[in-house]
């Protein structure tokens, strides 16, 4: 059993999300995003001010237009941001 993404972080971290975030939805992501990428409390604060959750996997493409659609979905999802650590061979 895995514990929430917000029982790992500190107390500084969970301030700064239930200050800055009422949606419980992007409070969530927040949380996983900053114990996945090791976020410090200030880089969390940055974040979440510039809207990483709003701007991430929005990149502007035509793949939709140019490829099949189990393709395009595919390279859509390349331009994500990841959501869980992977490792390269």
Known sequence: ??????ATLGRGHNVILLDKLGDPDARLWYATAAVENGWSRNVLAHHIETKLH???GKAITNF???L???GSDLAQQ???TPTSSTSWP
């Open 1 to 6: 059993m895995l514990q929430q993404p917000v």
């Open 54 to 56: 709003e701007r991430s």
């Open 68 to 70: 099949p659609s189990s």
């Open 64 to 66: 939709q237009a140019t």
């Open 78 to 80: 390349s331009f994500k």
